[in-house]
């Protein structure tokens, strides 16, 4: 009998698709006649009937199990009197018919949501009605709101949450404040972006002798106790556990929480008081925590900092920050001192901090992009990443300790696969450090830091960051390998992130010698299926679920694990989402730039193209293998390039190249550029090769791809190294604002 297999169909831009499998499996191949009757997103058994061209398994579709598709994103056309929808993600391979009665009020050109009321067949199309008219493509914000519905974002709270935040108090009541620690006198600071709007942590240290030894810190990270306004099983826990995360995306964030606790209530605005959880630290000379406790506290804070401004205080002692700031410099120097301290321990345990460029995108009053710009990093955001990084150690240990559930921040050590293509790669380019069957962080900081000189060595920290894996959020702690922790979760952004919000129950429910249960949660959903594959996969295959699968787990693990799963995906699914809109804007960036020519650098290589960043703007893209010029281009896996069989020209990460904006197609979301032969050349000179005339001449399109972000090293999610599938539109004008990209402190500590 043929083999039959569940699974989630995901469909391809170009009319074929797979059936997505759990774990290590293969993915089943669908042609285009079997996705006639199926979409994207639809949960199906299939029978493997053969095998492709590439060797993959061929599936035939049995039986559909569900539609989880009900309504699509797209644009409404009219064709001679029939309205059609085509849908924005190209994924879904066929346009939807829409009789003249499901039209209601909007018009030809806009982009609606359209509700499938009859699924496809192999002999018809899905007809639907429209249910929504998001406006039209050119109308500023249209792909923010084409996105969160195309991702499922929610963005709206339910009427419950929002009855229940208007009944929460507008300033912390004396009855919050019983049991509770009173820090309001100490002089607590909180150090963010300059467009921050919430304060979830903040920060004090002073030196301390409790060690015995000089050269010893207090350092007390003030988290704010979301969790006592917050009640679980609660409207608003359950519309912040639908959410799980914060999406931000340029000029709009889309909260966790409602308006009133995230801007308000718990958020640690100077010069008025908050209830807390407290992480209270003592760090010796060498970085290491000695002793640590939480409690539930009240603190003021006494000034709201900017990165900017302590990075100068720190710098120029006698500067205007310094002298602005002058009552609190003292502490900010010992916060400098105990930062210092932990960037050694840090060095010691090997942990991964490579140095890859990162970017800001500045948008009008309108949303349209007027600059993206290189962001810098000083020593005032290492100052808050390396204390967030100390309370969340600390809050894993105490959790563990303890023997209660949690969710864990669990980055596995690299697959097997990726170590394997990454020596191989590293052998070809002669780098003289070398990474064993199982290596350790440090290896990989090693290798980085080796070839820091090297011509190579954006390509190599570039491959580095490809072969490590994604963190995700577990009850089972397997440690944190870019961090080099033995134990690591996420506390210090309850107002943003769902874990946090659970693990301060679980530290409260310590605290009071009581055992937190975690409510009972809704099934695995759509957006798992959609955005969690990759978490379930690590799951399954680790080693410690292997040794475990003969323990079939409580019914209170298993609502651990769906927790970790949610969460999980939702970061995803916030991620993709976000990422969609900034591409979106690229694109229509780049319309007001046709004609001109720009340098740019190869970011990635694969069999059908380069991907190339334009150095000045930071847009990325792909030139496709064919558009090179006129010889063959064969792929060298080892060494990630591209090498012409004629001419020996090859392109690999870093080649420089010097390309011509040809043409902007926003509905496809591509630009084509134009690959100039001085360019060519550049890239011919820097790989040590001759170059026959006319050998580097053509043009190709460059499919937008956020650069410089393909995975870092605390285990990221990557950019995916493939054409976008969707098209937008959209129009501009007006007054500077900064993207509020996930606030620098926690760019790092967020994906950790």
């Known amino acids: 009998m043929l083999e039959e297999i569940e699974g989630v169909v995901e469909g391809h831009r170009s009319g074929h698709g797979f059936v997505l499998r759990e774990g290590d499996e293969p993915d089943i191949h669908l042609s285009a006649a079997e996705m006639r009757a199926v979409l994207h997103g639809d949960r199906v058994r299939v029978r493997v009937v053969s095998q492709d061209r590439r060797g993959r398994p061929e599936g035939h579709v049995v039986e559909v199990l569900e539609r989880r598709t009900r309504t699509i994103i797209g644009r409404l056309l009219s064709e001679g009197g029939v309205w059609l929808v085509a849908p924005e993600d190209k994924r879904y391979g066929q346009d939807i018919l829409v009789p003249p009665a499901g039209v209601g009020s909007a018009k030809a050109g806009q982009i609606v949501v359209v509700e499938l009321t009859e699924p496809p067949a192999l002999y018809g199309q899905p007809v639907g009605r429209v249910i929504e008219a998001l406006g039209e493509i050119d109308d500023p914000g249209i792909e923010i709101k084409i996105a969160v519905r195309e991702y499922g974002v929610p963005h709206e709270f339910s009427e419950a949450g929002l009855a229940e935040a208007e009944t929460l108090p507008e300033a912390v009541r004396a009855r919050d404040k019983s049991g509770r620690v009173d820090l309001t006198d100490i002089a607590f600071v909180t150090i963010d972006g300059e467009d921050a709007r919430d304060f979830d942590d903040a920060v004090y240290c002073q030196p301390t002798d409790a060690t015995g030894k000089t050269g010893a810190w207090r350092l007390l990270v003030a988290i704010a106790d979301v969790s006592h306004y917050v009640r679980d099983g609660r409207a608003i826990d359950v519309d912040a556990y639908e959410r799980a995360t914060s999406v931000y995306f340029p000029r709009r964030v889309i909260p966790m929480l409602p308006e009133k606790l995230s801007n308000g209530l718990c958020s640690l605005n100077p010069d008025v008081e908050r209830l807390c959880m407290v992480c209270d630290m003592v760090i010796d000379a060498a970085g290491v925590v000695q002793a640590y406790q939480f409690y539930p506290a009240v603190i003021r ?38 930062y210092r301290a932990l960037m050694q321990a840090r060095a010691k345990r090997g942990a991964v901090d490579f140095d890859m460029p990162e970017t800001q995108i500045i948008c009008d009053e309108w949303g349209r992009i007027t600059a993206i710009e290189p962001h810098e990093r000083n020593e005032a955001h290492r100052i808050i990443e390396e204390c967030m990084l100390a309370a969340n150690v600390c809050a894993a240990r105490f959790i563990e300790g303890a023997g209660r559930a949690a969710l864990y921040r669990v980055h596995d050590k690299p697959a097997p696969d990726k170590l394997a293509l990454l020596r191989t790669y590293l052998k070809a380019l002669g780098v003289s450090a070398t990474l064993g069957d199982a290596p350790q962080p440090r290896d990989f900081q090693h290798v980085a830091e080796a070839s820091k000189s090297s011509p190579e060595a954006l390509q190599i920290q570039t491959m580095l960051l490809r072969s490590m894996s994604q963190a995700v959020y577990t009850p089972e702690n397997r440690g944190h390998f870019g961090l080099a922790y033995p134990a690591y979760t996420h506390f210090t952004s309850p107002i943003r992130r769902y ?14 010698d009581k055992t937190y249960r975690l409510r009972k949660l809704p099934p695995v959903g759509e957006v798992e299926e959609r955005f969690g594959r ?27 694990n769906t927790a970790g799963l949610h969460c999980s995906a939702c970061e995803r699914r916030a991620d993709e989402a976000s990422r969609d809109v900034e591409s979106w804007l690229k694109c229509q960036y780049m319309r007001g730039h046709l004609g001109e020519d720009y340098d740019g650098t190869v970011s990635s290589v694969t069999n059908f193209g380069i991907f190339v960043t334009l150095n000045d703007w930071y847009v990325d893209g792909l030139v496709h293998v064919t558009e090179l010029g006129d010889e063959y281009f064969r792929f060298d896996e080892a060494r990630q390039e591209l090498r012409g069989e004629r001419t020996g020209m090859r392109y690999a990460i870093g080649s420089p190249v010097r ?45 937008t791809r956020t650069p410089g972000k393909s995975k870092n090293a605390n285990g990221a999610s990557a950019r995916n190294a493939r054409p976008s599938s969707r098209g937008r539109g959209a129009k501009t004008s007006g007054k500077k604002a900064v993207h509020p990209a996930r606030r620098d402190k926690h760019s790092r500590d967020g994906k950790r």
């Open 301 to 338: 804070s006494h000034a709201r900092l900017t990165y900017t401004e302590v990075a100068n205080a720190l710098t120029n002692s006698r500067g205007a920050e310094a002298l602005r700031y002058r009552a609190l410099l003292p502490d900010l120097m010992h916060l400098q001192g105990v």
């Open 499 to 512: 874990p946090d919000l659970l693990v301060h129950r679980a530290i409260k429910g310590i605290l009071a």
């Open 534 to 560: 990759r978490a379930r996969g690590r799951s399954q295959t680790s080693g410690a679920a292997t040794e475990n699968k003969t323990r079939k787990p409580t019914a209170e693990m298993e609502r651990w």
């Open 659 to 703: 390309v011509q904006v040809s043409r902007v197609n926003l509905d496809a979301r591509q630009i084509d550029f134009r690959l100039l032969r001085d360019g060519g050349d550049a890239a011919a000179k820097a790989n040590g090769r001759s170059v026959e005339p006319g050998a580097d001449e053509g043009h190709g399109r460059l499919l």
